[in-house]
């Protein structure tokens, strides 16, 4: 019976946690939907217009391409600095690595808000605003990212790196050959999380990318929603499209991501 209702409240919390993705589905292809009748999910006559004035609204195509550009760079890139970072903190020993390790994690108690304007005069000082490196540069490196990489490179047997180290591998060769195989579900979970944050961003973009051709899909739906009137079928048909890849890349890596986090001790 304790197990049947321990059932029972996982399937109403996932109930619970699917109904807005559904409601906005239902809302994308119901003619004319609107937030004001409130939440249902009986649909007459569906139809996917919506979808085909998102495509008349805004060069949707394009967003998407740039916003899956941005979000897959800036994930290897997080990836790569953040292994890298991880395996120098947790294998190397140099003076003040504990001192400046907790600088460096220092900066995930600093909101993006803060550093917006100082980033923007360095983009315009490099003149590089209104480009897709603009939109890259702030996301080359995570903080977070190094934190849970270098957990996970540290639950690593050192006696793997002597043995190693003892049949004449170099570190290059054991962070490739031998750490980076072992912490796969943490790199996977990097990766989600990098993917999600590029693919999410809306401030950053806002600030400095000016041209439609460089727009990010978070910054294009903005312009679906009117100042006076909003079409909110079509803007849900926005939210669908935002919505899906991220959900495909949570689908494709949940099982590392269960372990990752599991390994690392994030709570």
């Known amino acids: 019976m304790r197990r049947l209702w321990l059932y029972a409240a996982v399937l109403a919390g996932a109930a619970i946690m699917l109904f807005p993705f559904l409601w906005t589905v239902i809302t994308s292809i119901t003619p004319e939907g609107s937030l004001a009748d409130g939440p249902t999910l009986i649909v007459h006559n569906p139809t996917l217009d919506a979808y085909r004035a998102l495509m008349d609204a805004v060069p949707i195509w394009r967003i998407l391409v740039n916003s899956l550009l941005i979000a897959i760079a800036s994930t290897l890139f997080q990836l790569v600095t953040g292994s890298m970072a991880a395996y120098g903190f947790a294998r190397l020993h140099f003076p003040l690595k504990n001192v400046i390790f907790g600088c460096y994690l220092a900066t ?13 005069i360095e983009m315009k000082t490099l003149n590089l605003q209104d480009t897709y490196f603009a939109l890259l540069a702030p996301t080359i490196a995570s903080a977070f990212g190094v934190f849970l990489l270098r957990q996970a ?3 690593v047997p050192a006696e793997l790196d002597e043995a190693a180290t003892i049949d004449g591998a170099g570190h290059l060769r054991i962070f490739t050959t031998i750490v980076l195989p072992l912490i796969r579900p943490a790199l996977a979970t990097v990766a989600v999380f990098a993917f999600m944050g590029s693919w999410n961003s809306f401030l950053w973009p806002l600030v400095v990318i000016r041209s439609p051709e460089f727009m990010t899909l978070p910054l294009g739906l903005s312009t679906v929603q009117g100042q006076f009137t909003t079409q909110w079928d079509v803007v849900m048909a926005g939210s669908v499209v935002s919505i ?24």
């Open 108 to 120: 995930l108690m600093v909101p993006l808000q803060v550093l917006v304007v100082p980033l923007f």
């Open 244 to 267: 899906v890849p991220i959900a495909v890349v949570y689908l494709l890596a949940q099982r590392h991501i269960i372990a990752g986090v599991a390994h690392t001790g994030i709570k």
């Open 153 to 155: 490179v540290t639950a």
